[in-house]
Antibody, heavy 121, light 106 residues
Framework: EVLLVESGGGLVQPGGSLRLSCAASGFSFSTYWMSWVRQAPGRGLEWVAN????????YYLDSVKGRFTISRDNAKKSLYLQINSLRGEDTAVYYC??????????????WGRGTLVTVSS | DIQMTQSPSSLSASVGDRVTVTCRAS??????LNWYQQKPGKAPNLLIY???TLQSGVPSRFSGSGSGTDFTLTISSLQPEDFGTYYCQQSYNTWSFGRGTKVEIK
């Protein structure tokens, strides 16, 4: 069974930092692109960042470039998101997501339960 | 950036009704379109990818169609468990989601 468990969320002041983690199990982690997707309270889904299997390629939502850093440790089967210079609009549930594919078609097939980040003074 | 526009933003339908949700991309995305269902307090669940391919385990009453800029998700006979919010997502150039369509059961 595929399991993705996020941790590291919490209440942080504007301008602060957090490091989110995602522990993966039940699949071959090192063979998957991985992503972070967030959802502000009562709002829709927003892709934040993704990373290639070996970490050599990383892509970010424009509004988080320079503040967020995605990384992974394949030996530990873990995905990370370092988030700095936090703003109120970063308040959201952050989901760890596998990027599956069939031929050239890519999609988010497995999701964790999410970890809540609240930015407030 | 590719913008995804869904309509309607919400709908209410009866069990057994045929329900249609539409999604429009701001540019041609071929068939790089996915659909997800999200229930309150839960993570989204992949329903359809590549515009019309049903994900394993998803009931056959769900179907998708379209290519280019216009896409449709259809529930052929709405069931009580189909309540939730449905999102389209393009995977043509990075990723972006529509704002969602909330489906309620009358």
């Amino acid at each position: 069974e595929v399991l993705l468990v996020e941790s590291g969320g919490g209440l942080v002041q504007p301008g602060g930092s957090l490091r989110l983690s995602c522990a993966a199990s039940g699949f071959s982690f090192s063979t998957y692109w991985m992503s972070w997707v967030r959802q502000a309270p009562g709002r829709g889904l927003e892709w934040v960042a993704n990373i290639k299997q070996d970490g050599s390629e990383k892509y970010y939502l424009d509004s988080v470039k320079g503040r967020f850093t995605i990384s992974r440790d394949n030996a530990k089967k873990s995905l990370y998101l370092q988030i700095n210079s936090l703003r109120g609009e970063d308040t959201a549930v952050y989901y760890c997501v596998t990027t599956g594919h069939s031929s050239t078609w890519y999609y988010f097939d497995y999701w964790g339960r999410g970890t809540l980040v609240t930015v407030s003074s | 950036d590719i913008q995804m526009t869904q309509s309607p933003s919400s709908l209410s339908a009866s069990v057994g009704d045929r329900v249609t949700v539409t999604c429009r991309a701001s540019q041609d995305i071929s068939s790089y379109l996915n659909w997800y269902q999200q229930k309150p307090g839960k993570a989204p669940n992949l329903l359809i990818y590549a515009s019309s391919t049903l994900q394993s385990g998803v009931p056959s009453r769900f179907s998708g169609s379209g290519s280019g800029t216009d896409f449709t998700l259809t529930i052929s006979s709405l069931q009580p468990e189909d309540f939730g919010t449905y999102y389209c997502q393009q995977s043509y150039n990075t990723w972006s989601f529509g704002r969602g369509t909330k489906v309620e059961i009358k």
